[in-house]
């Protein structure tokens, strides 16, 4: 099929593209991000229905008492506690889950990385609650100093969407590195500093669970029933041990083990969706769906089934209960004139715009880590001004702590009023750093550097089309792999108009011979041969050892003496080198990234979704 052809036929059909980064990360960011409008709107509601001639409603609402029982035992709250301590945990099981999977596969597994968020965490935890502790009247007053603690990570994402930096990917990563963080110490705070009495048996018990839970991730069980049921249990005996239901949630979601997909069990998927496409019965089906859903860790497939409950539903709902103060009868004027309220207002937005800035410098300047690429001082004082959003954390610790109607609306107004001022000072930081030499994105570069150079790359096709593909890949990469019939079909459809280049970045770290299997290639084209070097070792990924190699080689005619002294020489070498750094350059940190034209692609990289994107620059270049 021929370029025009393809071009008339997709005309008046195309699909905006999808938005930034790697899959977990893309739908978690995009999710907390989305659900801030939707916190917002229920924050006014609660406002409004607390202020209205109705507020007696509002009150009689939360104070409806809801049981459950069952052969004599009974669990009896009001639908204010049934949010706060039953709703609530499955968010902080969903921030637990999250938690986890970036300790295993995301971005704390750079452990310098996460260093960096540690140390920025702890300090806006610790110099927010001093400053609190300084500025706050004394007696009951100050057991609130848990409510200027922690940051509301939706508010924040969505407050970066509207007021950071254009293209914030790689500042959006560091904040939310930083709130799981801050979340977990919270959650540590509220366990410890505002429980009720602990009964021993039911925290045994729910230790019990707990024990259960790592079980079921050591034995490898991919069910997720079982972890539901093992999760259920944990919270019903912490909530009767005394405990707040968070510590449940939390600790259930960080027991949750998470994992990157393993090539074998992929392909056994595909083989059994094959199978069903070619036999669809119930049986077969059944088989196929159980293949998919184990070639997803479970820890994934429960972020997948709760975050958007957590995100759209539990969080507004516990905004509704949580954030309606009535401030009618000089009780605004009151909160506006109390040390308490603005000990809050000043801990959330001074403290956490000190607290984070300071560590961070700190930190960098003792080498403790590093920040991520793209990510300057600047993008981190914005960042921190935005985290005296404490809002939901501080909402539950304000109700937690103060026993007082008067101390707590007091507080409320404070958590209030710091999310409005902490927003518009990350506006103006974010303006200034921009204005005054910072840059202006937070991202990794989009960019491709160097571009193509027909004679030094690996060009197939025409090396003079008007249409490029580049691929940064991986010869032991499975999904590297896959794009090869992507990147075939591609050519097929396109004919003389595109051209794919194909550089290494071999992942070393995840794939033991990738490196290896780099070199052979380049070796390869030293005698003409790449292409078909390129073919063999992706249709022989599991067998590259030095043996397979030499054989592949001799299977294609090579001078094999040659081939392996081209193989140990440090010019094989320094080609890797420099693809590996123009990787690092164009913003390529995982396989396959491809480029269209001389800009990254991002989003999904399936023949469909890159036949639009090189349509788009065929309209774009008017080609």
């Not at 989305?34 to 939360?62: C, F, I």
């Not at 990917?169 to 709130?179: D, H, M």
């Not at 079909?489 to 070393?508: I, K, N, Q, W």
Request: charged share 20%; proline share 4%; glycine share 10%.
């Amino acid at each position: 099929m021929t370029g025009e052809s393809t071009r008339g036929r997709n005309r008046g059909k195309r699909r905006a593209l999808p938005g930034q980064v790697p899959a977990p990360m893309r739908r978690f960011l995009s999710t907390e991000a989305g659900s801030a409008a939707v916190l917002l709107a229920a924050t006014m509601v609660a406002l409004l229905w607390a202020n209205s001639p109705w507020s007696a409603t509002y009150e009689a609402v939360w104070d409806t008492e809801l049981s459950l029982s069952l052969a004599g035992w009974e669990l009896s709250m009001n639908l204010e506690h049934w949010v706060v301590d039953g709703l609530m945990a499955l968010f902080f099981f969903t921030v637990g889950l999250e938690v986890r999977r970036e300790f295993s596969v995301g971005e704390l597994t750079d452990r310098r990385r996460a260093t960096i968020a540690m140390v920025a965490a702890g300090g806006g935890l610790l110099v927010p609650a001093m400053v609190y502790l300084a500025l706050a009247p004394g007696g009951d007053a100050g057991h609130g100093w848990g409510v200027v603690i922690g940051t509301d990570t939706a508010f924040l994402l969505g407050a970066l969407a509207v007021v950071g930096p254009t293209f914030s990917t790689q500042l959006r990563v560091f904040l939310l590195t930083l709130t799981v963080i801050d979340d977990i110490m919270a959650v540590s705070v509220i366990g410890i500093f505002y429980s009720e009495s602990i009964d021993p048996v039911a925290l045994l018990v729910a230790l019990l669970f707990g024990g259960v839970l790592w079980g079921l991730g050591r034995l490898g069980v991919w069910r997720a029933s079982p972890y539901v049921i093992a999760v259920i249990g944990l919270w019903l005996a912490t909530v009767e041990s005394g405990l707040h239901a968070a510590i449940a949630g939390m600790l259930g979601g960080l027991l949750v083990g998470a994992r990157n997909p393993v090539r074998e069990e992929v392909e056994q998927a595909a083989r059994r969706f094959r199978a069903f496409r070619q036999s669809p019965r119930v049986d077969v089906g059944r088989t196929a769906r159980w293949g998919l859903e184990r070639a997803i860790s479970v820890n994934e497939r429960l972020q997948a089934a709760v975050h958007p409950w957590a995100s759209y539903v539990v969080v507004p709902l516990f905004a509704l209960a949580e954030a309606g103060v009535d401030l009618r009868n000089g009780v605004l004027a009151e909160a506006l004139t109390s040390r308490l309220t603005w000990a809050v207002v000043v801990a959330l937005v001074g403290g956490k715009l000190v607290g984070i800035s300071l560590s961070t410098v700190i930190g960098l300047r003792v080498g403790l880590g590093r920040l991520p690429r793209g990510v300057g001082l600047g993008h981190v004082v914005g960042g921190a001004a935005l985290s005296g959003i404490g809002f939901t954390v501080s909402l539950l610790i304000a109700g937690l702590a103060f026993d007082d109607p008067v101390l707590r609306d007091e507080a409320v107004v404070g958590v209030l009023v710091a999310a409005v001022l902490a927003t518009a000072l990350g506006w103006v930081v974010f303006r200034v750093t921009a204005r005054f030499g910072g840059r202006p994105d937070a991202d990794l570069p989009r960019r491709l550097d160097p571009p193509v150079d027909p004679v030094k790359d690996n060009v197939r096709g025409n090396p003079d089309a008007p249409l490029t593909l580049l691929e940064y890949g991986d010869f032991e990469c499975p999904f590297c792999s896959r794009a090869t019939g992507v990147t075939r079909e591609l050519r097929a459809r396109f004919g003389s108009d595109l051209r794919y280049v194909f550089r290494h970045l071999p992942l070393s770290d995840v794939h033991p011979h990738a490196e290896f299997a780099a070199r052979a290639a380049v070796a390869a084209r030293r005698q003409d041969k790449f292409w078909e070097m390129h073919d063999l070792l992706f249709a022989h990924q599991d067998e590259l050892e030095f043996e397979d190699v030499v054989g592949y080689a001799s299977e294609l005619g090579l001078d094999v003496e040659t081939f392996l002294r081209d193989l140990e020489s440090e010019e094989t070498a320094a080609v890797v080198r420099a693809d590996v750094a123009s990787a690092e350059a164009s913003g390529a940190r995982s396989t396959p990234t491809f480029f269209v034209g001389e800009h990254r692609h991002v989003g999904p990289h399936d023949t469909e979704t890159l036949a639009e994107a090189l349509e788009s620059l065929r309209d774009r270049s008017g080609v």
